[in-house]
């Protein structure tokens, strides 16, 4: 009997004799690498450095004209006893959760209502964007001017309507001048809630409303079944640049009040400035700028669980 031999054909695959670097430098899916780290770069040297060397200034007694030491927690022992510093973080609270709240509301309303059918429709919508693309130096000064102890606008208007007697000392006075920065601040943000939510409620299908009408859904029910779960992500993204631009406004108290009157105004922004820069300070300066991380961090962190939780209502994945 003949025996018929078959043979294999070899499986061994060629060693590639390619170096790493050439591996890696061919490879498409290290394609998208080459591309962020141009990015990456610009992050790690104008961000990432800045935030490192202010931490570590906070630790030391650092002053303008002379270096400074390593010295600890001191400079965080102290704030931890400064009554100024425990006010800056209350007004900066109050000014984040006021204006924050009612910019929320306001461009919510105005998105619904640009979001409808209605003559000039555009040109409003130029028309709401104008606070948002003014200077934040010129918002500040117009507000100096409407806030005047002796010509305000304001003032001038209520006398004349027989509601007060004598004008409003605006930014002299303690519980005013909150109002006046936070009424400033809530005019310069409303314009970015409210065109970002409109984009937002732009990518809604119409059907889903008319379905909804048909069913003999009211207005209420249209907005919370169908326009605000849709909505969710678009508000949580928007809140969050929102509380996180509210929270660090500089310019705008700085322009009109620089922290008065008797440090009322002042924010965590405008003392560490304050502490920092004008009094030569800069360890100190630094401990509050970076006391200000974990406020910034719990308001992401807020929003990013916030997130999580939608997609587990909705049953989508949590990536």
């Known amino acids: 009997m ?27 899916n290290w394609l998208a690498l080459w591309f962020m780290l141009p990015a990456a770069a610009f992050l790690l040297l104008f961000l990432a450095y800045p935030l490192g060397l202010g931490v570590w200034m906070s630790f030391t007694d650092l002053r303008i004209g002379r270096g400074g030491n390593f010295i600890g927690f001191e400079n965080y022992e102290w704030l931890w006893s400064d009554s100024i510093f425990w006010l800056s973080v209350f007004n900066t609270l109050l000014y984040t959760l006021i204006a924050s709240a009612i910019k929320f509301a306001i461009g919510l309303y105005l998105a619904l209502l640009l979001n409808r059918h209605m ?19 010129l918002s500040a000064i117009a507000f100096w001017w409407i806030y005047d102890a002796q010509f305000s606008i304001v003032s001038w208007s209520l006398i004349k309507l027989g509601l007060i007697s004598q004008n409003i000392n605006f930014l002299g006075d303690s519980d005013w001048a909150r109002a006046s920065v936070i009424f400033a601040n809530i005019w310069r943000g409303v314009p970015f809630v409210a065109i970002t939510l409109l984009a937002g409620l732009q990518t809604v299908s119409p059907s889903l409303y008319e379905a909804a009408t048909l069913d003999g859904a009211t207005n209420w029910q249209r907005f919370r079944y169908i326009t605000y779960p849709l909505l969710t992500p678009i508000i949580a993204v928007v809140m969050t640049f929102s ?29 560490s400035y304050q502490r920092g820069i004008l009094s030569g300070r800069l360890g100190e300066g630094a401990a509050i700028a970076t006391a200000m991380i974990p406020f910034l961090l719990a308001a992401i962190a807020i929003s990013w669980f916030g ?11 949590n990536d």
């Open 2 to 28: 003949t025996t018929i031999q078959t043979s294999m054909p070899p499986t061994t695959a060629h060693a590639d004799t390619r170096s790493l670097w050439e591996r890696v430098r061919v490879n498409r």
């Open 119 to 137: 003559p000039f429709k555009a040109m409003i919508r130029a028309v709401v964007l104008i606070p948002f693309i003014v200077p934040t130096v």
């Open 243 to 271: 509380v996180l631009f509210t929270f660090t406004d500089f310019q705008l108290v700085w322009a009109l009040t620089r922290g008065g009157p008797v440090n009322a105004t002042h924010l965590m922004a405008t003392l």
């Open 307 to 317: 997130m999580q939780r939608r997609k587990w209502q909705q049953g989508t994945d």
